[in-house]
């Protein structure tokens, strides 16, 4: 969807608001269950699109400001003892002769879209077994100072306030307000703090307040927290704040195709960077190894006095490899397990959360000369599918794990698969 379709989408919304509707003046009033015309993704055999559907937003409590159970507002939040402060935007609506509400402006659209959105991924939240206390607090229009790289086109979880940020957005795409994979996966941000990033600033003051800040989708204080010399952080440490952030983002991109079935979300508003993140099959499987992040160690420390921040491109390539990796995953599942697809997809999200919550215990396990792997996660799959795993799932995973022995210069033996004993299943054989 180029930027004209993008225009003439939301232009129809507001058009749709004066034509046939009526002007709805007791916004305020209107709560309960609520009709209201947003754009969603669709996939059709195999291609995406945003059409404007008809939902509803469930228990609000006052329309006037979009908030209810599950979302509320801030415009332009500050941080006031860990928690957003400011005023709320207000939104306007027209309501059509069949009770459906119309949002006559962007603010209101991007509102309604957002509120249905947490919605959605908390209810889905719960069905995997994950508490989520509500409402979502959201901020719209955030300022941030001082790094001009995240004051715009952005959107962050702040794990401090426990909140969703969303700052201006002047790209001529689709704002990343009413995107849907990126929504959703800034929302398992918030899911990744509660299990590793949280637990881990109680213990750990370097790496964790690192990995709290800008670099992961954390801002405490805004430009206003307190920077680190790079210095205080050993290579060992760098190494684990690194991957803790790339498989951060790399399993929040499977969250977003978990929950829009489109494996390139991210094309509709961040197009430079579809290329490097599609979780479309490759040709060639790959993935950065130990050895690789040690490299761009070295190489960010030569260049940079924050070689933290110079990573911050990087993480993505540690990242984008497991999210394709999962996303595979599922269709194995679907094909050897006679999985519906929704099916395949809950179980490779509840495999997610529980190895987030083993990640977050074995980071906060570490001591100062102990590293985190990045076979990890192709591990913990064969051993939590031990005992019934097909032979094209033990395939997929000895793939990836022998993905860096396709190297020219690296010999060595090589990750199989080998049928178990007395049941139909396989196993991973390390070499």
């Known amino acids: 969807m180029n930027f004209s379709r993008i225009s003439m989408l939301f232009l129809g919304a507001f058009l749709l608001a004066f ?25 059709s055999n195999g291609n995406s699109e945003y059409l404007l559907k008809t939902v509803t937003l469930k228990d609000i409590s006052n329309l006037r400001e979009v908030r209810g159970k599950y979302a509320q507002f801030f415009y332009a939040p500050g941080l006031v003892e860990g928690r957003l ?48 206390k509500g409402p979502f607090q959201i901020g719209l229009n955030t300022k941030i100072k001082g790094d001009e790289a995240v004051q715009a086109n952005n959107a ?15 790209d001529r795409e689709m704002p990343i307000s009413v995107n849907a994979g990126i929504i959703a996966h800034e ?27 800008e670099n992961v989708h954390s801002l405490e204080g805004w430009g206003k927290h307190k920077k680190i010399a790079a210095g205080n952080l050993s290579e060992v440490e760098l190494f684990n704040e690194t991957y803790l952030r790339g498989i951060n983002e790399g399993l929040a991109d499977f969250w977003g195709w978990a ?13 430079a960077h579809v290329k490097k993140r599609s979780l479309t099959k490759p040709e060639k499987v790959m993935y950065k190894t130990d050895q690789d992040i040690e490299t761009a160690i070295v190489e960010a420390r030569n260049i940079a006095d924050d070689p933290s921040q110079a990573l911050s491109n990087f993480v993505y390539d540690v990242g984008t490899p497991y999210a ?20 395949a997809k809950k179980a490779v ?48 995973i000895i793939q990836y794990l022998n993905a860096p022995l396709q190297k020219e210069d690296v010999i060595a033996a090589k990750y199989t698969c080998e049928k178990e004993e007395n049941v139909d299943s396989y196993k991973v054989v390390a070499p």
């Open 19 to 43: 034509t046939g509707c009526k002007p709805a003046p007791n916004e305020q009033t209107a709560n309960g269950d609520l009709a209201v015309q947003i754009p969603l993704s669709e996939v």
């Open 187 to 213: 929302f398992f941000h918030s899911i990744f703090y509660s299990k590793v990033l949280g637990p881990l600033s109680k213990k750990h003051v370097t790496i964790s307040q690192r990995l709290s800040d």
């Open 85 to 132: 402060s400011g005023g709320s935007p207000i939104a306007y609506f027209a309501k059509t002769k069949n009770e459906t509400y119309i949002a006559k402006d962007a603010l209101s659209l991007q509102m309604a879209t957002l509120y249905y959105h947490m919605q959605s991924l908390m209810t889905w939240a719960q069905d995997l077994g994950i508490t989520v």
């Open 349 to 396: 999200s509840q495999f997610v959360i529980k190895f987030i919550e083993h990640l977050g215990h074995d980071a906060l396990a570490l001591n100062k000369s102990e590293r985190l792997s990045t076979q990890s996660l192709f591990k913990a799959v064969a051993e939590a599918d031990a005992g019934r795993q097909s032979q094209e799932q033990c395939e997929l």
């Open 259 to 271: 929950y829009t079935d489109d494996p390139d979300f991210i094309k509709w508003s961040l197009s």
């Open 156 to 170: 962050f979880y702040d794990g401090r306030s426990k909140a969703m940020l969303f700052v201006p957005y002047t």
């Open 324 to 343: 394709r990796f999962l996303k595979e995953l599922v269709t194995v599942k679907m094909k050897n397990e006679g999985l519906m697809r929704a099916d």
